[in-house]
C-alpha cells in the first residue's frame, strides 16, 4: 500500500494523454522540419499543439509560444537571453528572494558574467510587496522576475500589480507559472508579463517538455544554435510526443480546474487544521489562504525533515522535505554522484528560524488523491513525529 504526496515535484502521466502521445512515438514519427508526408504530418501535430495552448493562454500570436524541455530550460533562456540581448540598457536584473532554484542559479551565473542580480525581500509568508519592486527598479534595470506560486510554501504573488509597475517602468516582467499552470486562470492578453514558463510533468503530461511565452517584440537571445526550429528561438529536433501530451495535458487541466480545485483545496485545508490541532509544536509555512490549493508547508518542532520523510516513506507514505534541496555532484571520476543537502533559501527568506528550517516537510496533493490516502495520512503523522521526538537529539 503506497500513497503519493509528492504532487508538486511531478505528476503521473494521465491515460488520456498517454493515449493521445502513443502515434507520435511509431506511427506519426516524422521530423518536423523534413517536408514529406512524415514530416508533414509531424509538423501538422506540433502546429495544433501550439493552438490548444494559444488558446489556453489568451496568446495573440501562435509564435509568441515556444516548446522547449523543461521549465529549468525556459527559465535559463529568459534570464540569460533577456539579460545578453538587452545590455545596452542595463545590467540591472530583479528576482524574488524565494525563486526557484533554476532561477537563482542562472542569476548566480550572470552575476559572474558581469551583470547585478539583486534579490526582492519578502514577508513571513512569502509574498512581495509590489511597492518594494517599484523602488528598486532604476533606468538599468532590464528584467524583472518573479514566480506567480511557490513550490515549497505555496504562496500566490501578486504578479498582476507587479507587471502594471514593470510595464510602466519600461522594463521587461517575466514569471514562473510552472505551479499555478493548469491550477489557476492565466491570460496573457489581460495579464501584463512579457515571458511566461509553463511545465508538462506538473499538470499529468510526460516530462521533457515545457513552454516559454514571449511577448512580441520582446528581445531574446536563443540559448541553442542550430537549425531554427521554434522560430528561431529554440534549435533542436522537435519532441513531439512530449508536446501531443502536455498539450492534452493542459486541456484537461484547464477543463477540470475548478473543480479539481475545489476538491483539492478542501483536502489541503482538512490536513492543516488536523496536523496543526493534533500534533505539538507544528506549524505551517506560507499563508493560509493565499496559497496554492494543493501545497502544504508543514514543521514539526524538535525532528528533522528528513528523517519525518524515510519514516513515513516506511509506512508507505510519498512525502518530500520543504528544508532541504538536493543537489548531484560528480566525483572526479564522473561516475560516482553524492548527495549534498543545503538549506531552503525559502524558509531563509520567510525568516523561519534556523533549528526549525530542518524540521520542515512538503505535501502536495493531486488529481489522484483520495479521503481514504488523507485519512491514512493523518492516522499514521502524529504516531511518526512523537516516534521521532523520543529519540531526536533535537529539543
Excluded at 163 to 190: P, S, Y
Excluded at 307 to 327: D, E, F, H, Y
Amino acid at each position: 500500500m503506497r500513497f503519493y504526496f509528492d504532487y508538486a515535484a511531478t505528476t503521473p502521466v494521465d491515460e488520456r494523454v498517454v493515449k493521445a502521445m502513443r502515434p507520435y512515438f511509431a506511427e506519426k514519427f516524422g521530423n518536423t522540419a523534413s517536408l514529406h508526408y512524415w514530416g508533414q504530418e509531424a509538423a501538422l501535430a506540433l502546429g495544433e499543439a501550439r493552438v490548444k495552448m494559444v488558446k489556453i493562454l489568451g496568446v495573440d500570436y501562435p509564435d509568441e509560444i515556444i516548446f522547449t524541455g523543461s521549465a529549468t530550460e525556459s527559465n535559463n533562456m529568459v534570464l540569460k537571453g533577456a539579460a545578453f540581448a538587452n545590455r545596452e540598457k542595463g545590467n540591472h536584473i530583479l528576482i524574488s528572494a524565494i525563486e526557484h532554484d533554476c532561477v537563482m542559479n542562472s542569476a548566480r551565473w550572470l552575476k559572474e558574467q558581469g551583470f547585478e542580480v539583486e534579490k526582492i525581500p519578502v514577508d513571513k509568508e512569502g509574498l512581495i510587496d509590489p511597492s518594494m519592486v517599484e523602488k528598486a527598479i532604476r533606468k538599468e534595470t532590464i528584467l524583472v522576475s518573479v514566480m506567480h506560486g511557490n513550490n515549497e510554501i505555496g504562496v500566490i504573488e501578486p504578479i498582476e500589480k507587479i507587471g502594471r509597475i514593470c510595464r510602466e517602468k519600461k522594463v521587461l516582467f517575466h514569471t514562473d507559472a510552472a505551479q499555478t499552470f493548469g491550477k489557476m486562470v492565466i491570460r496573457v492578453n489581460k495579464l501584463p508579463v512579457d515571458l511566461l514558463t509553463a511545465s508538462s510533468h506538473k499538470i499529468y503530461g510526460p516530462k521533457g517538455a515545457a513552454l516559454l511565452y514571449i511577448r512580441r517584440g520582446t528581445k531574446i537571445t536563443p540559448l541553442l544554435h542550430g537549425g531554427g526550429h521554434e522560430f528561431g528561438r529554440r534549435s533542436s529536433t522537435v519532441n513531439v510526443p512530449a508536446i501531443v501530451g502536455f498539450a492534452k495535458a493542459a486541456e484537461i487541466a484547464y477543463k477540470n480546474r475548478r473543480k479539481e480545485g475545489r476538491r483539492l483545496k478542501k483536502m489541503r485545508d482538512v490536513i492543516i487544521d488536523q496536523v496543526l490541532k493534533n500534533i505539538a509544536r507544528s506549524f505551517l509555512n506560507g499563508p493560509r489562504n493565499n496559497r496554492l490549493c494543493n501545497n502544504i508547508s508543514l514543521g514539526f518542532s524538535g525532528i528533522e525533515g528528513e528523517a519525518l520523510t524515510m519514516r513515513l516513506n516506511n509506512k508507505g507514505i510519498a512525502v518530500s522535505t520543504g528544508s532541504a534541496c538536493a543537489s548531484q555532484s560528480l566525483s572526479e571520476d564522473c561516475f560516482n554522484q553524492t548527495l549534498k543537502l543545503e538549506p531552503s533559501h525559502v524558509l531563509k527568506a520567510i525568516n523561519v528560524p534556523a533549528q526549525k528550517q530542518s524540521s520542515v516537510i512538503r505535501i502536495s496533493l493531486g488529481r489522484f488523491t483520495t479521503k481514504k490516502e488523507v485519512d491514512y495520512l493523518l492516522e499514521v503523522l502524529p504516531g511518526v513525529v512523537a516516534d521521532l521526538r523520543k529519540i531526536s537529539p533535537i529539543k
